[in-house]
């Protein structure tokens, strides 16, 4: 193979290569966002439910306070 | 210590990817500039080995155009991370490594396009960038759509 016969088959080997390659790179983040974006909304459920459990605690406490202030009454 | 300085070289070929890029597009509308007001840029070893593919110099120019303006688009923000972009930046690279292996050809023969001859270490000296901004252009393209941390809206 002469160099002026090489010089588009190495442009496009290449340029293929690239694209192949960057197809897979960009799969590969792409799944990677995903998972970090699940990961994300998982810690602000759990957040939310640690309040939650914490304000059910509290109100428990208060019906507890008045329920025995009417059998006081 | 490996991987701090690797971390700082990719940190840097994120920065430095558009930069290589918009250098890849500076010189083709140069080159197509040049074309168009002389047929003698046509000799220049780098373009030759572009136009001899291509046929005329109006064509080459008309190439060397389009491939510049569609390097531009494949930076805009909107198309970052997408293959759309870096098809769009494509052309681009496979103009730069027709280029480059017009470069080798000339390292390798001692001659430059337009026949003149020259010793070896001469030609690769002043060869070298053409063969080198491929590379590097390659390299930006990855960092810019496919390395680097993707913004969010």
Known sequence: ???QEAIPLTAVI????????????????????????????????????????????????ERVALLERLAQI | ???????????????GGPLIIL??????????????LNESAGWATAVHSVL????????????????AIAAVAGLHRRLAHSLWGVGLMLPQQAVL????????????LSSFADGVVRPNPFIIADQLPAVLIAILHTIGILCYHVFSVARRA
């Open chain 1, 1 to 3: 193979m002469t160099f």
């Open chain 2, 23 to 36: 250098y890849a597009v500076a010189l083709h509308l140069s080159w197509g500039v040049l074309l168009l």
């Open chain 1, 14 to 61: 290449i340029s293929l290569a690239t694209l192949v390659f960057s197809a897979i790179g960009l799969r590969k983040k792409a799944g990677l966002d995903y998972v970090s974006e699940i990961e994300k909304r998982l810690a602000a459920a759990e957040r939310r439910a640690d309040d939650c459990e914490r304000e059910r605690g509290a109100w428990n406490r």
């Open chain 2, 1 to 15: 210590m490996l991987g701090r300085l690797l971390h700082a070289i990719m940190r840097l070929l994120q920065v």
């Open chain 2, 52 to 67: 001899v593919w291509i046929g005329s110099e109006y064509a080459t120019a008309a190439v060397m155009f389009a491939v």
């Open chain 2, 97 to 108: 490594f027709m280029s480059a292996v017009g470069a080798i050809q000339a390292m390798a």
